[in-house]
Protein backbone atom coordinates (compact mmCIF):
# COMPACT_ATOMS: atom_id res chain seq x y z
CA UNK A 1 0.00 0.00 0.00
CA UNK A 2 2.95 2.20 0.59
CA UNK A 3 3.85 2.30 -3.21
CA UNK A 4 1.17 3.36 -4.60
CA UNK A 5 1.60 6.97 -3.77
CA UNK A 6 4.99 6.68 -4.92
CA UNK A 7 3.80 5.17 -8.08
CA UNK A 8 1.75 7.75 -8.76
CA UNK A 9 4.07 10.37 -7.99
CA UNK A 10 6.42 9.19 -10.49
CA UNK A 11 3.50 8.58 -12.58
CA UNK A 12 2.37 12.65 -12.45
CA UNK A 13 6.09 13.03 -12.98
CA UNK A 14 6.30 11.08 -16.31
CA UNK A 15 3.87 12.12 -17.85
CA UNK A 16 4.94 15.95 -17.30
CA UNK A 17 8.17 15.17 -18.44
CA UNK A 18 6.94 13.55 -21.60
CA UNK A 19 4.86 16.05 -22.43
CA UNK A 20 7.09 19.22 -21.92
CA UNK A 21 9.69 20.60 -24.76
CA UNK A 22 13.10 20.74 -23.69
CA UNK A 23 14.60 23.74 -25.55
CA UNK A 24 17.69 26.16 -25.01
CA UNK A 25 17.42 28.36 -21.79
CA UNK A 26 14.64 31.16 -22.09
CA UNK A 27 15.26 34.03 -24.50
CA UNK A 28 12.06 35.64 -25.78
CA UNK A 29 13.42 37.51 -28.38
CA UNK A 30 14.32 34.76 -30.12
CA UNK A 31 11.50 32.72 -28.71
CA UNK A 32 9.04 35.24 -30.73
CA UNK A 33 10.98 35.26 -33.67
CA UNK A 34 11.06 31.65 -33.97
CA UNK A 35 7.33 31.35 -33.20
CA UNK A 36 6.47 34.44 -35.73
CA UNK A 37 8.88 32.12 -38.38
CA UNK A 38 8.63 28.86 -38.42
CA UNK A 39 5.80 28.28 -35.80
CA UNK A 40 5.06 24.48 -34.49
CA UNK A 41 3.88 22.07 -35.51
CA UNK A 42 5.15 22.29 -39.14
CA UNK A 43 8.56 23.03 -37.77
CA UNK A 44 9.61 21.96 -34.52
CA UNK A 45 11.77 23.14 -31.68
CA UNK A 46 14.74 21.06 -31.34
CA UNK A 47 15.27 19.75 -27.48
CA UNK A 48 19.27 20.86 -26.27
CA UNK A 49 20.30 16.67 -26.56
CA UNK A 50 19.35 16.35 -30.45
CA UNK A 51 21.47 17.22 -32.91
CA UNK A 52 24.44 18.65 -31.24
CA UNK A 53 26.97 18.13 -32.95
CA UNK A 54 25.25 20.28 -36.38
CA UNK A 55 24.12 23.03 -33.59
CA UNK A 56 27.63 23.23 -32.28
CA UNK A 57 29.08 23.70 -36.78
CA UNK A 58 26.02 25.80 -37.29
CA UNK A 59 27.18 28.37 -33.64
CA UNK A 60 30.97 28.31 -35.20
CA UNK A 61 29.68 28.92 -39.05
CA UNK A 62 28.10 32.13 -37.80
CA UNK A 63 31.00 32.94 -35.77
CA UNK A 64 33.70 32.07 -38.02
CA UNK A 65 31.30 34.04 -40.87
CA UNK A 66 31.39 36.95 -38.72
CA UNK A 67 34.91 37.35 -38.61
CA UNK A 68 34.37 36.54 -35.14
CA UNK A 69 33.28 40.40 -34.13
CA UNK A 70 30.02 38.72 -32.84
CA UNK A 71 29.90 35.83 -30.14
CA UNK A 72 26.44 33.93 -29.85
CA UNK A 73 24.79 34.48 -26.25
CA UNK A 74 21.75 32.66 -27.26
CA UNK A 75 20.29 30.22 -29.64
CA UNK A 76 17.10 28.21 -30.21
CA UNK A 77 17.20 25.99 -33.00
CA UNK A 78 14.43 24.31 -35.06
CA UNK A 79 13.67 21.02 -37.49
CA UNK A 80 11.98 22.03 -40.42
CA UNK A 81 9.08 19.46 -41.65
CA UNK A 82 10.27 16.31 -43.49
CA UNK A 83 11.07 17.42 -46.90
CA UNK A 84 10.44 20.95 -46.50
CA UNK A 85 12.12 23.87 -48.32
CA UNK A 86 10.59 26.92 -47.45
CA UNK A 87 14.23 28.07 -45.59
CA UNK A 88 13.58 31.35 -47.82
CA UNK A 89 10.04 32.22 -46.74
CA UNK A 90 10.90 31.37 -43.16
CA UNK A 91 14.17 34.10 -43.77
CA UNK A 92 11.23 36.60 -44.96
CA UNK A 93 8.78 36.12 -42.50
CA UNK A 94 11.78 36.65 -39.73
CA UNK A 95 12.66 39.61 -42.07
CA UNK A 96 9.09 41.10 -41.49
CA UNK A 97 8.88 39.83 -37.19
CA UNK A 98 12.17 42.09 -36.79
CA UNK A 99 11.77 44.85 -39.06
CA UNK A 100 7.94 45.17 -37.83
CA UNK A 101 7.92 44.24 -34.53
CA UNK A 102 11.17 45.32 -33.38
CA UNK A 103 11.98 48.08 -35.38
CA UNK A 104 15.24 46.10 -36.54
CA UNK A 105 17.36 46.73 -39.45
CA UNK A 106 19.15 44.46 -41.88
CA UNK A 107 22.65 44.45 -41.48
CA UNK A 108 23.88 41.46 -43.05
CA UNK A 109 21.99 39.24 -45.99
CA UNK A 110 24.68 36.22 -46.79
CA UNK A 111 23.20 34.28 -49.08
CA UNK A 112 25.76 32.23 -50.92
CA UNK A 113 25.27 29.31 -52.78
CA UNK A 114 28.69 28.01 -52.02
CA UNK A 115 28.71 27.80 -48.35
CA UNK A 116 26.32 25.38 -45.89
CA UNK A 117 24.36 28.03 -44.71
CA UNK A 118 22.60 31.27 -45.05
CA UNK A 119 22.60 34.07 -42.77
CA UNK A 120 20.50 37.20 -41.94
CA UNK A 121 21.53 39.90 -39.38
CA UNK A 122 20.15 42.52 -38.01
CA UNK A 123 20.89 45.08 -35.10
CA UNK A 124 18.14 46.90 -33.30
CA UNK A 125 17.38 49.40 -30.21
CA UNK A 126 19.23 52.77 -30.29
CA UNK A 127 21.31 53.38 -27.29
CA UNK A 128 22.71 49.91 -26.58
CA UNK A 129 22.14 47.97 -29.97
CA UNK A 130 21.12 44.30 -30.12
CA UNK A 131 21.94 41.42 -32.71
CA UNK A 132 19.97 38.61 -33.75
CA UNK A 133 20.55 36.47 -36.44
CA UNK A 134 18.39 33.60 -38.56
CA UNK A 135 20.19 30.69 -40.30
CA UNK A 136 19.45 28.16 -41.72
CA UNK A 137 21.75 24.92 -43.07
CA UNK A 138 21.47 24.33 -46.98
CA UNK A 139 20.80 20.73 -47.00
CA UNK A 140 18.89 18.22 -44.96
CA UNK A 141 20.72 16.75 -41.44
CA UNK A 142 21.20 12.91 -42.12
CA UNK A 143 18.89 10.41 -40.68
CA UNK A 144 15.76 13.23 -40.05
CA UNK A 145 13.46 12.07 -42.93
CA UNK A 146 14.61 15.65 -44.80
CA UNK A 147 14.65 17.90 -42.22
CA UNK A 148 16.65 21.11 -41.91
CA UNK A 149 18.20 22.71 -39.39
CA UNK A 150 17.16 26.25 -38.48
CA UNK A 151 19.30 28.65 -35.58
CA UNK A 152 17.97 31.96 -34.32
CA UNK A 153 20.81 34.05 -32.94
CA UNK A 154 21.27 36.65 -30.14
CA UNK A 155 24.52 38.14 -30.87
CA UNK A 156 26.72 41.06 -28.84
CA UNK A 157 29.77 42.44 -30.47
CA UNK A 158 33.63 40.43 -29.37
CA UNK A 159 35.10 42.36 -27.01
CA UNK A 160 38.35 43.80 -28.78
CA UNK A 161 41.92 42.57 -28.24
Known amino acids: M ?3 PLAALLLLVCCSLMSCKTIEPANSTLKDLQEWASPEPYD ?7 QQRAKAAMVQ ?3 RYLKHEYRVI ?12 DGAAI ?21 YDDDGYR ?16 VWANDFLPDTHDRTLLGYFELVPSAKH
Open 2 to 4: KFR
Open 44 to 50: SVSPAHE
Open 61 to 63: WVE
Open 74 to 85: GQRFVLTAPGST
Open 91 to 111: GSKAQQHVTQNLGGSMKINGW
Open 119 to 134: IFLWTFGDSSPRYVAF
